[in-house]
């Protein structure tokens, strides 16, 4: 379970560093979904290391009965190199590309803008900031706590569409991957 | 200031110090120095743990005094300042924070290297770094100079020297003995108490208002002798054309510039998974933005409680606000109320100075040591040897630290805090997004897009009026003033945008697509994530 330290870039064997031993081997997931909770299928929160050890998964055999995973008998690390790109072009990845960009290009879009607008507003046409609205609250108070507002409610959604658009597809997507690269690896030396 | 002030402040902060080296002694037992631990802290903070860290991290002393203070003196602009700090971690959250956990090891460069010809991909990442980080630190040094003179009343040339080598000392001695555990813990427990120190006083504000927001405004436009104009923008950054594209400079710096922090990217690898990176941020989102909700009621309240013209009798630029509003709330300059509220608002202001120099200390020794010396010295660096060289790089930065937050003690360094985030933003970010976007993305263009953004940034900064030129520069007798803006945000950003663009069209080089592909796929999964 432990790899060395000196290594750039863990490939297939990463996964069984840090928090994620918690749930036992990953193949698991795609064998047996039931195990974990549909919202929370990454459930890493205890990993200051006390309690919970109760959620994992029982250990048992993995690997080979992974379905997805299919072995590579090429060489080593080119190998591994044509499983990313075979990943990236597989539909179940570009499914998970396409809802990350889909959310994020419009989010971003749309707070800069009103972060921007909001700044080049308050600097050029102070006077228009400056017109009340209620008692002592005016354009520029209401203007500054929507930013608050908007962060909140950006950060809240971006959460949740992760949560329960992507996190589960990104899951399956990394253990095949873990696996595809662990079989192209050793099916190599 | 009488002298119980001063001295229950300093038991109040001495507690503090000797808590939280406490914690750094008990988080290194038995512990060996690998780079997972000393970097990354073993990767296994909580969420929640690591929010509190992330805003312990964020909330200077700049912003709790300063930002305060600010609103006392010319109202809603300091509002206006405020919102671009938060509104930031909206890019950190979409666009950096899990993509960076799934990419990367311990630094910025890692990102970056894992897809391009590493060796100058890390020197040009790791000498940015380290700039943004010496850059932040000096200003915090300096600040802590200073707060001591405010807080305990101590002008003494001598007393501002001792607290810059004191803070200097602390921090080397967390970060060089206790890595990323021993600052993680330093943050939590700063977070906590300035979080608490804030809720105290705000409850103490809207109970002296009765509750009633729109009363505390009105009292505070009446005192502050502008009347509606207290509440509106202008008093600050509204002076001519030049000032207000100052400002949207700086405002552009602010927020494109947290995602290359880092201080901040390192904090995301402290965590096991990507997700956890994510939670993380939200919690952070959550604690700044109820921070900062609440340093406005604080500003207000100083300004209706106290008025402007007690705020800038203490501290021209009212970085005392907020400690005189504690005295107030607590009963009086004579009372016991006033006088522990005071010293416990003084204590947490040290205590924030610590915890946030410690963590750029941090990060910018695992840029010295992960990404410079490893590139420098290709044959002599393993494992082990990373670390010592880490921790004798936190050394060295803090004599540097300490070195020049003495020398320019005097000088008036509040303009070193946007120019770190404009280096963060012309130099880190760009070549951040196009790593993990831009299928097309060349080594040339990586080296190109940080130096297009770091280069100009200080080349402009050097020619600003912040430098020479007008009396209040730092070289006010001489005069190479060429660029009018105190903050180079405004040019310099989308010039490293531009040159990493510049820099991957003309070079002969081909994009690996592979390369991009596994960086596209771990980013996005998280595949083979350490």
């Known amino acids: 379970m432990q790899s060395s330290n000196g290594r750039a870039r863990g490939g297939g064997d990463g996964s069984e560093r840090s928090g994620e031993h918690h749930h036992g081997r990953g193949p698991q997931f795609v064998e047996a979904p039931g195990e974990v909770r549909y919202e929370d299928p990454w459930y890493d929160e205890l990993a200051s290391g006390w309690g919970e050890q109760g ?71 102070p006077g228009f900031m400056a017109r009340p609205v209620v008692g002592a609250v005016n354009v520029a108070l209401i203007a500054g706590l929507g930013q608050f507002l908007t962060t909140f409610l950006l950060t809240w959604a971006y959460a949740r569409h992760a949560r329960l658009r992507r996190d589960r597809a990104a899951l399956e997507l990394r253990w095949d991957t873990q696996e595809l690269t662990r079989g192209a690896r050793s099916g190599a030396s | 200031m009488t002298g119980h002030h001063q001295t229950l402040a300093l038991a109040l902060f001495s507690a503090f110090v000797a ?78 924070a899990e993509l960076v956990r799934n990419c990367g090891r311990f630094t910025l460069a890692d990102v970056v290297a894992a897809r391009m010809s590493e060796r100058p991909v890390r020197i040009a990442a790791g000498t940015s770094s380290v700039t943004v980080s ?64 804030t809720i105290a006083l705000t409850v103490l504000v809207l109970v002296r208002f009765h509750g009633d927001f ?85 500003g207000f309240g100083a300004a209706a409680i106290l008025g402007p013209e007690t705020v800038r009798g203490s501290n021209v630029s009212g970085n005392t606000a907020v400690p005189l509003l504690a005295l107030d709330l607590g009963g009086g300059a ?67 630290a300490i070195a020049l937050g003495l020398l320019a003690r005097d000088l008036n360094v509040a303009f070193l805090v946007g120019l770190a985030f404009a280096v963060a933003a012309s130099a880190n970010l760009p070549v951040l997004l196009y790593s993990l976007f831009w299928r097309g993305f060349t080594t040339r263009g990586a080296v190109w897009a940080v130096y297009g953004g770091l280069v100009p940034a200080l080349v402009l900064v050097v020619l600003s009026p912040v430098v020479s030129g007008s009396p209040e520069s730092l070289f006010p007798g001489v005069d190479f003033q060429y660029f009018p803006l105190q903050n180079p945000g405004v040019v310099s950003i989308p010039l490293g945008f531009l040159a990493g663009w510049l820099g991957t069209v003309t070079s002969a080089e081909i994009a690996d697509e592979a390369k991009h592909a596994e960086t596209e796929v771990r980013s996005l999964t998280g595949a083979g994530a350490v």
């Not at chain 1, 539909?91 to 290009?105: D, H, I, L, N, P």
């Not at chain 2, 501002?160 to 080397?172: E, K, R, S």
């Not at chain 2, 990507?274 to 939670?279: L, V």
């Open chain 1, 55 to 125: 959620t994992t998964a029982p250990a048992g055999s993995h690997g080979a009965e992974v379905p997805t995973a299919r072995r590579q008998r090429e060489d080593g690390a080119v190998a591994a190199a044509q499983v990313y790109l075979e990943v990236q072009r597989s539909a179940a990845f570009q499914e998970v590309r396409s809802r990350y960009r889909r959310f994020v290009g419009p989010a971003c879009a749309g707070f800069l803008l009103w972060y921007v607008g909001y700044v080049v507003t308050a600097t050029a046409a």
């Open chain 2, 19 to 96: 808590v939280t080296l406490g914690i750094t002694t008990w988080v290194s037992r038995n512990r060996q120095g690998s780079e997972e631990e000393f970097y990354a802290g073993g990767r296994l903070f909580s969420p929640m743990e690591n929010g509190f860290a992330i805003a312990g991290d964020y909330m200077s002393a700049a912003s709790f005094l300063g930002v305060a203070g600010l609103i006392a003196l010319f109202g809603y602009d300091g509002l206006l300042y405020v919102v671009g700090f938060l509104v930031a971690w909206l890019v950190v959250l979409f666009l950096v």
């Open chain 2, 134 to 197: 010496v850059l932040y630190l000096v200003a915090q040094m300096v600040g802590a100079g200073s707060l001591v003179a405010l807080l305990l009343g101590n002008t003494g040339e001598a007393a501002q020297a001792w607290a810059v080598i004191g803070v200097g000392a602390l921090m080397v001695i967390y970060v060089s003995l206790g890595g990323m555990r021993a600052t993680t813990w330093i943050q939590i427990v700063k977070a906590v108490l300035l979080l608490c120190g």
């Open chain 2, 214 to 298: 729109d009363r505390l405004l009105l009292t505070a436009a009446e005192r502050s002798g502008h009347g509606a104009a207290f509440l509106a923008p202008g008093l600050k950054y509204g002076g001519d054309w030049t000032a207000r594209l100052d400002f949207i400079s700086l405002g552009l710096a602010l927020v494109l510039g947290t995602a290359g922090l880092p201080h901040i990217l390192s904090r995301f690898y402290t965590v096991p998974t990507a997700r956890a990176a994510r939670r993380s941020t939200v919690w952070a989102i959550g604690l700044i933005g109820g921070f900062y909700l609440m340093t406005i009621v604080l």
């Open chain 2, 334 to 400: 004579d009372s016991t109320g006033g006088t522990v509220l005071f010293a416990f608002v003084a204590a947490i202001a040290f205590a924030t100075i610590l915890a946030v120099v410690a963590g750029i200390t941090l990060a910018s020794s695992a840029s010295v040591a992960h990404d410079l010396y490893a590139s420098l010295r290709p044959s002599g660096a393993k494992a082990r040897s990373e670390v010592a060289v880490a921790r004798i790089a936190a050394v060295g930065i803090g004599v540097i």
